[in-house]
């Protein structure tokens, strides 16, 4: 089945540490996200990216480093320079064909204990 | 620049009762329009979407119509269930950047029965 896989569901990080979240998906799509969803709160963009070893800031990229190196992949990387990275993150991804819905994964609790 | 307002939450209704939750924005152009629905500890699902004005989109009993001259997509169902428990977000796609998603800041619908 296609679809975008998230992993872990759950990480936990300690003060200062560098973590990486990871997103693959199988559905051929062009283009990939990456969102922050804080508790009661909608989904903030963090990075995006269209191509192959493209990719963009969003509105809260501070903290936060990508990599685009496959079509399929577009891993997260939450540096020690993200003064508050407790967050569930989302992966999501489209066409890019415009118009289109983006289509997501199931999400990365991440705690820093 | 674009953004989504929805009504806030949480929406707390009787089993089989009536649901709205309003959804207004503002974008150049003519983006697309679409209602998530995120259930507790998961990513988000497509719910619905309209691609034009006066399209209406629909499913699960759930329906909106892109109102272009009110800048309005407000989701109706004509009687909830329990099961539909879960926080609703109205979102449209950002033309002029990456086709990405603009979020509004989600609904949480309890229904009760």
């Given at each position: 089945d296609g679809g975008i896989t998230q992993s872990p569901k759950y990480l936990f990080r300690k003060e200062g540490q560098n973590v990486t979240l990871?997103?693959?998906?199988?559905?051929?799509?062009?283009?990939?996200y990456w969102y922050r969803q804080d508790p009661g709160q909608g989904l903030r963009l963090i990075y995006y990216s269209q191509i192959v070893n493209d990719f963009q800031k969003g509105d809260i990229a501070e903290g936060y480093s990508v990599s685009r190196e496959k079509k399929e992949s577009f891993p997260l990387t939450v540096t020690s320079a993200q003064k508050n990275p407790t967050a569930f993150y989302l992966c999501a991804s489209n066409p890019w064909e415009g118009n289109?819905?983006?289509?997501?994964?199931?999400?990365?609790?991440?705690t820093v204990v | 620049g674009n953004s989504v307002t929805q009504m806030e939450g949480p929406v707390t209704l009787s089993e089989e009762a009536f649901l709205t939750i309003n959804c207004t924005y503002t974008a150049t152009g003519y983006p697309s329009l679409f209602w998530y629905v995120q259930y507790p500890g998961e990513g988000l699902q497509l719910l619905l979407k309209a691609t034009k004005a006066d399209d209406k989109g629909s499913n699960k009993g759930f329906e909106a119509t892109y109102r272009k001259e009110t800048t309005s997509f407000h989701l109706e169902k004509g009687s909830v269930q329990v099961s539909d428990s879960a926080v609703y977000f109205c979102a449209l796609s950002d033309l002029g950047g990456y086709n990405k998603l603009i979020f509004g800041a989600g609904t949480r619908l309890a229904v009760h029965p």
């Amino acid at each position: 089945d296609g679809g975008i896989t998230q992993s872990p569901k759950y990480l936990f990080r300690k003060e200062g540490q560098n973590v990486t979240l990871s997103c693959e998906q199988n559905l051929n799509h062009d283009a990939m996200y990456w969102y922050r969803q804080d508790p009661g709160q909608g989904l903030r963009l963090i990075y995006y990216s269209q191509i192959v070893n493209d990719f963009q800031k969003g509105d809260i990229a501070e903290g936060y480093s990508v990599s685009r190196e496959k079509k399929e992949s577009f891993p997260l990387t939450v540096t020690s320079a993200q003064k508050n990275p407790t967050a569930f993150y989302l992966c999501a991804s489209n066409p890019w064909e415009g118009n289109t819905e983006a289509f997501f994964g199931q999400g990365t609790r991440l705690t820093v204990v | 620049g674009n953004s989504v307002t929805q009504m806030e939450g949480p929406v707390t209704l009787s089993e089989e009762a009536f649901l709205t939750i309003n959804c207004t924005y503002t974008a150049t152009g003519y983006p697309s329009l679409f209602w998530y629905v995120q259930y507790p500890g998961e990513g988000l699902q497509l719910l619905l979407k309209a691609t034009k004005a006066d399209d209406k989109g629909s499913n699960k009993g759930f329906e909106a119509t892109y109102r272009k001259e009110t800048t309005s997509f407000h989701l109706e169902k004509g009687s909830v269930q329990v099961s539909d428990s879960a926080v609703y977000f109205c979102a449209l796609s950002d033309l002029g950047g990456y086709n990405k998603l603009i979020f509004g800041a989600g609904t949480r619908l309890a229904v009760h029965p």
